[in-house]
C-alpha cells in the first residue's frame, strides 16, 4: 500500500517496492561476487574472506544526467556509508544539486541506477523512498504552528494522537526547540526556521537526510554556529547526511567525505585533511583553501616516497610529494607545484638567514598587506615564483609581521613539505 507525502517538503514514507534487481557494491573488496535472484534468498554481498560486506545506504553506479545537450552528471560511481556526514562540494554547476535530486527521486538518471539501503529505487516515486530533504527555502507552513509543521508527514502516514506528540517533542528537543511548539513559524529568526526544517525532517527517521545548501539565507555567524549544530546533530541521531554546498569552509567544518564535483565529474574523495593537505590536482587545490601555483617541468624521476625535483620556467628548482598517488610521473612532464598560504614566511629582507636543508628562499616585495584579525595576508611579487600569497599569524596586539608593510623588500620562505606537486 503506497504511503503519501509532500515531495515538495521533503516528508517521504518508506519503500515499499520489491527489489529488482542485486547493487553493484562499488565500496566492495575486488573478487567480490554478486549474487542474483531476491534479496531474501541470497546474501548481500560475499568477501573472499567469507565475511558479509556493509551495504552503502546509497550507491550511486555509473550514473550518467543528461538535459538536452547538457551533460549536468557523468558516469558518477559512489558509494555512501551509513551513519556518516558527506558533502557533495563544487561550483554552480557542477552537478551536486542533480545528484542530490535523483537521491531524492526528483529526477531520474538518464543511465545507471541508484540503490538506496541495497535496493534499486529506479521508478521509486519521492514520497517512497526513505529519505528526507531541507531546502534553502524551508517551506514551512505559516499557518501551523511548529508542533504542527514538525508532525506534518507523521500525520500524512496516519501516525497521530499520543505518538505524533512524543515523536515530534522528541525531534524538537534533538534541534533545541524545546518549548517551542506553540510558536508560529513567522515568528521565529531564520535559524530557528532552519531547525523546526530539521525537526520535520527528522521526524520520519529517514535512512538518509538530504541537505541542498540550507544554510545559504542565514547570516555568516549563524551560518557557522549552525554548522556546528548540524554536525553535532547528525553525531547523535546517527543518520546518514549528504549535504550540498558551494561553500569549501562548511564542507571541511562539517564533513566526514567531501566529495568535490566539476562538471558533472567527481575530481576527488576524501576526509577534510586528506582534500586539504594532498588535493591530486589544481582544481581541487584550488577550490578548497587557498593556494600559490608555480608551473614546473619535472627533472628527476620520482623516489620511493614520491618526491621529485622541479624546476620552473623562471629556473626555480623545488622537490615536492607528488600528491596523486595514482599519476604517473616522468621526467620531462609538466606539473603545477602548490602551496598553502599559512606555509610561507615572510621577514624583512635584512633578517635573512643562512638557508637550510629543504629550505627555499627567494626575495620578493610587498605589494599589499590586508589585516584579517587573526592573519594578516601578504600578496608579495617575486622573480623566481610570481605572486605569492602569505598568510602571517598575528600576535596578541600586533598587526602583522613585524617590519612588513607595502613596497618593503622581504624574503618568503618556506620548508620543502610545503610543496604539493600536482599531476593532474
Request: proline letters at 7%; charged letters at 25%.
Amino acid at each position: 500500500m503506497q504511503r503519501s507525502c509532500s515531495a515538495a517538503t521533503g516528508l517521504c514514507a518508506a519503500p515499499g517496492t520489491a527489489p529488482r534487481g542485486p547493487p553493484l557494491t562499488a565500496s566492495l573488496s575486488p573478487g567480490t561476487e554478486i549474487y542474483p535472484g531476491p534479496v531474501s534468498a541470497r546474501p548481500r554481498a560475499v568477501v573472499p574472506d567469507g565475511a558479509i560486506g556493509p551495504t552503502p545506504d546509497v550507491e550511486i553506479v555509473d550514473v550518467t544526467k543528461r538535459f538536452g545537450t547538457v551533460t549536468a552528471v557523468d558516469r558518477m560511481r559512489l558509494a555512501i556509508a551509513h551513519g556518516e556526514f558527506y558533502s557533495l562540494l563544487g561550483p554552480s554547476g557542477c552537478g551536486k544539486t542533480t545528484t542530490l535530486r535523483m537521491i531524492a527521486g526528483f529526477e531520474q538518471p538518464t543511465e545507471g541506477e541508484i540503490f538506496l539501503d541495497g535496493q534499486p529505487i529506479a521508478g521509486v516515486p519521492p514520497y517512497q523512498r526513505n529519505v528526507n530533504t531541507v531546502f534553502q527555502h524551508y517551506a514551512l507552513f505559516p499557518h501551523m504552528d511548529v508542533a504542527q509543521n514538525v508532525g506534518y508527514g507523521l500525520r500524512q502516514r496516519k501516525i497521530r494522537g499520543t505518538e505524533e506528540r512524543r515523536r515530534v517533542a522528541e525531534a524538537l528537543e534533538l534541534v533545541r526547540l524545546g518549548g517551542y511548539d506553540k510558536r508560529r513559524t513567522w515568528e521565529m529568526s531564520g535559524g530557528q526556521q532552519q531547525r523546526v526544517a530539521l525537526a520535520r525532517a527528522l521526524v520520519n527517521r529517514p535512512t538518509v537526510l538530504l541537505l541542498d545548501e540550507p544554510l545559504g539565507a542565514l547570516d555568516m555567524k549563524l551560518r557557522k554556529e549552525m554548522q556546528l549544530e548540524l554536525k553535532a546533530l547528525q553525531r547523535e541521531v546517527g543518520i546518514t547526511f549528504v549535504y550540498v554546498t558551494h561553500d569549501q569552509e562548511e564542507a571541511l567544518t562539517m564533513s566526514d567525505v567531501i566529495v568535490v564535483m566539476r562538471d558533472g565529474l567527481i575530481q576527488q574523495m576524501g576526509g577534510p585533511t586528506e582534500l586539504y593537505e594532498r588535493p591530486v590536482n589544481r582544481f581541487v587545490a584550488d577550490f578548497i583553501g587557498t593556494s600559490n601555483f608555480i608551473e614546473a617541468t619535472v627533472v628527476e624521476p620520482p623516489d620511493e616516497g614520491r618526491h621529485v625535483a622541479v624546476r620552473s620556467a623562471r629556473g626555480l628548482t623545488l622537490r615536492g610529494r607528488v600528491t596523486d598517488d595514482e599519476a604517473t610521473v616522468r621526467v620531462g612532464d609538466t606539473v603545477t607545484v602548490a602551496s598553502r598560504p599559512e606555509r610561507l614566511e615572510v621577514v624583512p629582507a635584512d633578517a635573512a638567514a643562512p638557508v637550510g636543508a629543504g629550505i627555499t628562499q627567494i626575495n620578493g616585495r610587498v605589494q599589499q598587506g590586508t589585516y584579517l584579525g587573526d592573519q594578516t595576508e601578504y600578496r608579495v611579487l617575486t622573480e623566481e615564483a610570481g605572486e605569492l600569497i602569505v598568510r602571517h599569524q598575528n600576535a596578541a596586539g600586533a598587526g602583522g609581521a613585524p617590519g612588513v608593510g607595502p613596497g618593503d623588500p622581504v624574503i618568503v620562505r618556506w620548508q620543502r613539505d610545503a610543496n604539493l606537486v600536482l599531476a593532474g
